[in-house]
């Protein structure tokens, strides 16, 4: 089995250096950009399996990269932001970053970011579910990992897809951001809760019917599609 492919975009030498030594002990294939347009290059060439994204970039900065990138890959995106303002991150999670970490971080931390990511990603299909999720407009399977509404297909980042396929396993009951964190992200997810909001949003928005998720004010969300 080949080494998973990790692309850092940073232009600063030292975190490029201090990822490469903690990647690298992890086994992993690591690639380097220190600009926007050669990182959106290099994700291009080297088909990476989950790039490090810096937001603050010289030339084409994070959000113009990831806006171009999601066009043509749903490669899962972790957004490092010097900022804490939270409007940031959520413009960042907005045009298709699927997590983020605030500067300055653990390296161990997004290490095992990373090692949660690619080991949701990469399980082999076998091992998935092979349970299709039939409703009255959506139908998901869990083997392909496809969505369609009323048979037109839906394209859905990594995060979306789980988050959807989530509430869709529990029809009706209201889960908690926090049950949803577990369930999609683990329980070393240490970002905002509101992150689930934003890719909820995301999901309403692609899904063209915001009446299938319904927001429980308080308490979390609740997948409303009615059974054929």
Do not use: C, N
Request: glycine share 6%; hydrophobic share 45%.
């Amino acid at each position: 089995m080949s080494k998973p492919k990790i692309l850092v975009i940073d232009d600063e030498k030292s975190i490029g250096d201090l990822l490469h030594a903690y990647l690298k002990a992890e086994s992993y294939q690591v690639f380097f950009a220190e600009d926007g347009l050669s990182g959106l290059r290099a994700a291009r060439a080297f088909k990476p399996d989950l790039i490090v994204l810096d937001i603050m970039l010289p030339g084409m900065d994070g959000i113009e990269l990831l806006t171009h990138l999601r066009k043509e890959s749903d490669v899962y995106v972790i957004m490092l932001t010097a900022k804490t303002e939270v409007v940031d991150k959520i413009v960042g999670l907005s045009v298709g970053a699927d997590d983020y970490v605030t500067k300055p971080f653990s390296p161990r931390e997004l290490v095992a970011r990373i090692k949660a990511a690619l080991r949701r990603i990469s399980s082999p299909k076998e091992l998935l579910s092979r349970t299709v999720l039939a409703f009255k407009h959506i139908r998901i399977d869990a083997g392909s990992r496809k969505v369609w509404i009323d048979e037109e297909p839906v394209e859905l980042t990594a995060i979306e897809f789980d988050i959807l396929q989530t509430l869709a396993e529990h029809r009706g009951m209201v889960l908690s951001r926090e049950q949803i964190i577990e369930s999609v992200w683990g329980t070393d997810f240490y970002g905002e809760l509101r992150v689930v909001d934003v890719h909820i949003g995301h999901i309403r928005q692609k899904l063209a019917d915001e009446d299938l998720i319904s927001t429980v004010h308080g308490v979390g969300y609740r997948f409303e599609d009615e059974d054929i």
